[in-house]
């Protein structure tokens, strides 16, 4: 008998250890046009929001088999962009966090004449929730760029209330202006305002906390910047459990990195490249810049640019859980990056996709998406899949309860992490089970 639980231990073991990780069209009856960002409005309506490069908003209803989206909102009379490959064009969106009662969203975009990103406030139409009112723009910031490159993009309401935007570093290349180390301009800069109270002469305030209010005046530092020293981060995110703000920053030509974005902290671009000087080889001075947790290499197998994503807290794929998630725009790699406290950092890398990875985002259920080309895709996993049958069932749960049973640990099956293999382990199959 111990001899036959051996083997079907073994087994067990084998099929949990290489269960595998795939990607899915997620809404197969729907394509997009440079998609660029995937959102969701969190009023309770699980519906998803598609931006589109060229200054279209769709929302459509979070389910596998939906038909059709509706057109929410189309400013590309609006969106100015160069000819052929650009990084211009309607770059992020952000839901207000009372949207549910006062229906107001954020876009950031570019335009020209004279070239720059500007940020304004939409609302949702009075009759049709999947429709915004055109006539309600209002200006909230604009901010000049002098190169059609690096134009950051993204905007997001923390956790604390505060709108935070990102503006890349002016762009060309090497950051000519030296705008990543200059604090008196928002460029190279990750900036948090207020937009529930405005001043004056602003459509926004400055919060009361922001870490350059009583700054040297020599310095000459603009009150909105939250952090700089940023070349082009392109997204960031929180992990409202731990509450870190993750950022993924593009590189020059050697590096790229993630940083855990804090206060008024100098993230060293462009003196540095990642945990390099600028430019690689030289020497520089490292007093007071903050290095990122994790660089890549770039150019090796293919890799040229990083999309930031998010920390999974989903309930779908437990192996993810807790691990910042991201990719690689030119090869749609997908790496997993787990935290230490210590430094001691773990990169797994999930798949190759072949997929353009444009951009992450969470559903209402913090269930992770990307897009790219011109789908929208999920990561699955074959784990819970305990007998390697290919299927997800009661046959799982019976496997794993006989686990528990013979009183044998293996982390493999400890879903929770908890060191132990219990009930508890048994609740999140049943979840996962249930989820697919």
């Known amino acids: 008998m111990s001899m036959v639980y051996n083997i079907f231990f073994t087994f067990v073991l084998f099929s949990a250890l290489f269960s595998e990780y795939s990607v899915i069209n997620a809404f197969q009856n729907l394509s997009f046009e440079d998609p660029v960002g995937i959102y969701n409005a969190n009023d309770g309506t699980d519906r998803i929001f598609v931006i589109e490069q060229e200054g279209r908003i769709k929302v459509f209803d979070n389910n596998a088999d939906v038909l059709n989206f509706d057109m929410f909102l189309n400013i590309t009379s609006l969106v100015d962009q160069d000819g052929g490959y650009t990084e211009e064009g309607l770059l992020g969106l952000a839901f207000h966090p009372n949207y549910s009662e006062n229906g107001y969203f954020y876009v950031n975009y570019t335009s020209h004449n004279p070239r720059r990103n500007v940020i304004a406030r939409y609302s949702v139409s009075m009759d049709d929730p999947n429709e915004a ?9 604009e901010v000049n760029q002098p190169y059609t490159n690096h134009n950051g993009g993204q905007l997001s309401f923390g956790p604390d209330g ?18 990543g180390q200059d604090l008196s301009t928002l460029l190279g ?17 400055i919060p009361p906390d922001n870490p350059f209010i009583l700054s040297d005046p020599e310095l000459e530092a603009r009150e909105e910047t939250y952090a700089y020293g940023l070349r082009n981060m392109w997204r960031f995110s929180w992990d409202l459990e731990t509450g870190f703000l993750w950022g993924a920053d ?3 030509n050697a590096y790229e990195e993630i940083n855990i974005i804090q206060s008024g ?3 060293g671009w462009n003196t540095m490249e990642g945990n390099h000087c600028y430019p690689i080889g030289s020497d520089c001075d490292q007093e007071g810049l903050e290095l990122p947790v994790w660089e890549y290499e770039l ?9 930031g994503g998010f920390v999974y807290r989903g309930n779908e794929i437990w192996s993810l859980n807790g691990k910042y998630v991201y990719g690689d725009w030119c090869t749609g790699d997908i790496w997993a990056l787990t935290y230490s406290d210590i430094g001691e950092h773990i990169n797994e890398h999930l798949l190759s996709t072949d997929i353009n990875i444009t951009s992450f985002g969470i559903d209402e259920n913090q269930e992770l998406l990307f897009c790219g080309n011109e789908n929208i895709y999920k990561i699955i996993s074959s784990e ?6 290919g299927n997800l069932d009661v046959l799982d749960v019976v496997n794993l309860i006989n686990l528990i049973l013979s009183g044998e ?6 879903m929770n992490n908890d060191n132990l293999v219990n009930i508890l382990d048994v609740v999140i199959l049943v979840g996962i089970i249930l989820n697919n």
């Open 133 to 141: 009112d055109y006539d309600t723009s209002m200006i909230i910031l």
């Open 162 to 179: 505060y709108l935070y935007i990102i503006f890349g570093d002016g762009g060309s290349s090497g950051d000519p202006q030296g705008n």
């Open 189 to 205: 800069s990750l900036i948090r305002i207020d937009v529930d109270n405005p001043t004056e002469d602003l459509n926004y305030g």
């Open 250 to 252: 593009v590189g020059q």
């Open 265 to 267: 902290l100098n993230y």
């Open 299 to 307: 150019y090796v197998d293919g890799v040229c640019s990083i999309t």
């Open 384 to 389: 819970g899949d305990l007998n390697g049958d």
């Open 409 to 414: 640990y293996n982390e493999i099956v400890d």
